[in-house]
C-alpha cells in the first residue's frame, strides 16, 4: 500500500432504521456469497462437470442474474423498490433449492438463470442497484460517498466471514466422515435459506425508501442522465468482463489446482482477501476528498491489476498468497467512489435506474468470461493466462475512464453538495 495513504474516513453519523435495515440485508446477503463461491466450482466438480461445463454454467448464471436485475430495477421505482427487492429474495431460494436437489445439468442451468445465486462472491442480482437507489433516497447528498464506503465494508466482511465459514464447515464435515459432494451441499441449502431471511427483513423496511413521483418519464427509467450512464456502463461493462476471469469461485479453484490448498485453507485465504478488501474502501473516502472520485477509481485500480497480473507467476502457495492479499488490500478503493459518482450525476427518480444499467452491464460483462477461462484451468500449460487477460483488460478499462470523465471529476467532500438539487 502506498506510504502516503490517507487515515481511514471516520464512522459516519448514526444511521435511520431503514439505512440500518439496508445494511444488515448486505450483510447477510454477502455472507451467503461468501460461503458458497468458495465451493461452488468444488461442488459443480464433486458432480461429475468438467471444466468446460462448469464455465459454461458459471456464464449463465451470471446471465440470468443480469437479465432478472434488468427485469426488476428497471420498473423498481414504479412499481416499489420493497417489492422488487422482496421479489430478489425469493430468487435466492429458487436457485438454492434445485442445486442442492438435482445433478442434472439442464436443471442447474434453468436454475442459475431464473434465479439469483453468486459465483464471484460479488453481487449479482438486483439488490445493489435498489439498495444503492434506497440509500441515496434517505441520505444527504454529502454524506453518500462516506456511508457507500461502509456500506461497500460491511459487505466485504460479511463476504470475508462467509469465506471462511464456507471452506472451514466443509472440511469439518468431510473430516467427520461426510462425503464432498454431501458437505458441499449442507452449504447450498444455506444459501437458499439465507433467501428467506433476506425476505422477512425487506420486510420490515418502510416507504421511506420508496422513489419520488418522476415527473419526467424516459427509456430504461432514464431521461436527462441517458448519455453518460449509458458511457459509463460501458465502461463498467469492461471492467466486469476482466474481472470474470477470476471471480472468485475461478481463484479458489486456480489455488487448488496450482497448490493442492484444502476447501478449509481457501476459506481462510478470502477471509483475509474480503478483510482487506473492505478495509479499502474506507481509504477511498479521504483520498477522494483529496484528489478526486475517478482518479481515486484510477490511481488505485491500476496497481491492484498489475499485482494481479503477477499472482500466477509466484512459484510458491505464500508468495502466490501474499500478492493476491497486498492486491485485495487496494482492490475495492475504486467501488464506493464508482457508486457515489453514479448516483451523484443523475436525479432522484433515475436512480434505481441507473444504478440497475450499470450493475447490469456489469453482469453481463462479467458473464461472458467464465465459459472462457473455464477451458484455460483444463491444459496446465494455460492456468495462468485467466490472471493475465483479467490485469491487462482492467488497466485498459482505468485508462479508458480517465480519458473519458477525469475533466468532470468530483471530490468526495464537495459532490454530494454540489449535485443535491438533482
Known amino acids: 500500500m502506498p506510504p502516503t495513504m490517507p487515515a481511514p474516513t471516520p464512522a459516519p453519523a448514526p444511521l435511520g432504521p431503514d439505512s440500518r435495515l439496508l445494511f444488515l440485508t448486505r450483510v447477510a446477503r454477502m455472507f451467503a456469497y461468501g460461503f458458497i463461491s468458495v465451493v461452488l466450482v468444488l461442488y459443480l466438480v464433486g458432480l461429475g462437470f468438467g471444466e468446460g461445463r462448469i464455465g459454461l454454467l458459471l456464464t449463465l448464471t451470471l446471465a440470468g442474474d443480469a437479465l432478472v436485475s434488468l427485469g426488476i430495477t428497471l420498473h423498481a421505482d414504479r412499481l416499489g423498490r420493497k417489492r422488487m427487492l422482496l421479489a430478489g429474495a425469493i430468487l435466492m431460494v429458487v436457485a438454492g433449492v434445485p442445486f442442492a436437489l438435482s445433478g442434472n445439468f439442464l436443471v442447474l442451468v434453468l436454475a442459475a438463470t431464473v434465479g439469483v ?65 454431501a458437505s458441499y451441499r449442507v452449504l447450498v441449502y444455506a444459501y437458499a435459506a439465507m433467501g428467506l431471511v433476506l425476505a422477512a427483513l425487506f420486510a420490515r423496511v418502510s416507504a421511506a425508501i420508496e422513489a419520488p413521483p418522476a415527473t419526467v418519464t424516459g427509456r430504461w427509467g432514464l431521461h436527462a442522465s441517458r448519455g453518460v450512464v449509458l458511457r459509463l456502463s460501458a465502461l463498467f461493462s469492461l471492467d466486469a468482463f476482466a474481472g470474470g476471469f477470476v471471480i472468485q469461485s475461478i481463484m479458489a479453484y486456480w489455488l487448488h489446482l496450482r497448490f493442492g490448498v484444502a476447501p478449509g485453507t481457501l476459506g481462510s485465504i478470502f477471509f483475509a482477501a474480503n478483510l482487506l478488501a473492505g478495509l479499502s474502501s474506507l481509504y477511498a473516502v479521504r483520498l477522494a476528498g483529496r484528489i478526486g472520485l475517478i482518479r481515486t477509481m484510477v490511481f488505485t485500480h491500476i496497481p491492484s491489476n498489475v499485482l494481479l497480473i503477477l499472482v500466477p507467476l509466484m512459484p510458491s502457495l505464500p508468495l502466490a498468497v501474499g500478492v493476491l492479499l497486498l492486491r485485495f488490500s487496494i482492490s475495492q478503493m475504486d467501488v464506493p467512489t464508482r457508486q457515489a459518482y453514479t448516483m451523484h450525476v443523475v436525479a432522484p427518480d433515475e436512480r434505481s435506474a441507473a444504478a440497475g444499467i450499470t450493475g447490469i452491464a456489469r453482469t453481463t460483462g462479467a458473464a461472458v468470461s467464465p465459459m472462457l477461462a473455464g477451458p484455460l484451468l483444463a491444459v496446465p500449460a494455460l492456468i495462468g493466462v485467466p490472471f493475465f487477460l483479467a490485469g491487462g483488460l482492467k488497466i485498459l478499462y482505468d485508462l479508458l475512464l480517465y480519458r473519458s470523465f477525469q475533466a468532470s471529476d468530483l471530490g468526495a467532500a464537495g459532490a454530494g453538495e454540489k449535485l443535491e438539487h438533482r
Open 117 to 181: 445465486i453468486s459465483p464471484s462472491g460479488n453481487e449479482v442480482g438486483p439488490f445493489l442497484a435498489l439498495e444503492q437507489a434506497a440509500l441515496a433516497q434517505v441520505l444527504p447528498g454529502d454524506r453518500r460517498t462516506a456511508v457507500f464506503a461502509w456500506y461497500n465494508m460491511a459487505g466485504s466482511f460479511a463476504t470475508a466471514f462467509g469465506a471462511l465459514a464456507g471452506g472451514w464447515v466443509a472440511q469439518a464435515l468431510q473430516a467427520s466422515g461426510v462425503a464432498p459432494v
